[in-house]
C-alpha cells in the first residue's frame, strides 16, 4: 500500500517568508499526488495536484513538482500570508481503487 | 453545484450505543468514501462504495459498516460505541476510475462519545 512521511509541524513563519513543506511517498504502480489544506473547523480542501513525473500543480500562489525519482512532492509557496495558517497534507493517490493515503499533516502558522 | 453535504455535524453518543452519520456526494459523482480523522492526525480510510457496494476497506472492525442507495448517498455506521472512536468523519465523493479526478471532501462529522 501506500504511505507518506510530511515534515512535523507546527511550522511557524512570518507573512510574506518563503515556505517549504516536503513530502515523501511510497506507493506501488504509479498514483497521482495531491495536496490538500485543512482550516480549522473544516472538511479537507483540494489544494493542487499532478498526475505524472515532472507535473508541477499550483494554486494560490502554491506549487508542487512530482519527482518520481525520489518520490516526493514537496509544497513551496513564494510568500505567505495570515490566511494560509491551516494544516497540510500530502496524499498520493491510488488510482486503481480511488483512494487516498494521508500522512499527519502539518501545521503551519503564519504570524503578522 | 453543490458538495458534498454530511449530516448532522456534531453528535454526542454514549459507549455502547449505535450511531448513523449521512453524506450526499458532490453532483454526478458515483463513489463515495468514509475517512476517520482523529484529532491531531491524518484521516484514515475506512471504506469505499461504488454500485451499492464496499468495493474496498481500511483496517476498521466490523462494528463499521456503510451503505450507499441508489441515488449514490451514503451512510456510515458505527455500532458498540467506544470512546476512541470519538473523532472527525469525513465523507469524500469522486468519479470512479479517473486518474488525477480528485476526491472532493464534506465538512465532517464530529462524532464525540462520552
Redesign the interface.
Known amino acids: 500500500g501506500n504511505s507518506?512521511t510530511q515534515m512535523e509541524g507546527p511550522v511557524t513563519l512570518s507573512e510574506e517568508a518563503f515556505l517549504t513543506i516536503n513530502c515523501t511517498y511510497t506507493a506501488t504502480g504509479y498514483p497521482?499526488l495531491?495536496w490538500?489544506v485543512q482550516y480549522p473547523?473544516?472538511?479537507?480542501?483540494?489544494l493542487l495536484?499532478a498526475?505524472k513525473a515532472d507535473d508541477k500543480g499550483s494554486n494560490k500562489g502554491f506549487e508542487a513538482t512530482y519527482r518520481k525519482e525520489t518520490t516526493s512532492f514537496h509544497l513551496e509557496k513564494g510568500s505567505v500570508q495570515v490566511s494560509d495558517s491551516a494544516v497540510y497534507?500530502c496524499a498520493p493517490?491510488n488510482?486503481a481503487?480511488?483512494?487516498?493515503?494521508?500522512?499527519?499533516?502539518t501545521r503551519l502558522m503564519v504570524k503578522p | 453545484d453543490a458538495g458534498v453535504t454530511q449530516s448532522p455535524t456534531h453528535l454526542i453518543k454514549t459507549r455502547g450505543q449505535q450511531v448513523t452519520l449521512r453524506c450526499s456526494p458532490k453532483s454526478g459523482h458515483d463513489t463515495v468514501s468514509w475517512y476517520q480523522q482523529a484529532l491531531g492526525q491524518g484521516p484514515q480510510f475506512i471504506f469505499q462504495y461504488y454500485e451499492e457496494e464496499e468495493r474496498q476497506r481500511g483496517n476498521f472492525p466490523d462494528r463499521f459498516s456503510g451503505h450507499q442507495f441508489p441515488n449514490y448517498s451514503s451512510e456510515l455506521n458505527v455500532n458498540a460505541l467506544l470512546l476512541g472512536d470519538s473523532a472527525l468523519y469525513l465523507c469524500a465523493s469522486s468519479l470512479v476510475g479517473g486518474r488525477g479526478s480528485p476526491l472532493h471532501f464534506g465538512n465532517g462529522t464530529r462524532l464525540t462519545v462520552t
Open positions: 507518506v497521482s495531491f490538500y473547523g473544516e472538511g479537507l480542501q483540494l495536484k498526475t497534507f493517490y488510482n481503487g480511488n483512494m487516498l493515503t494521508f500522512g499527519g499533516g
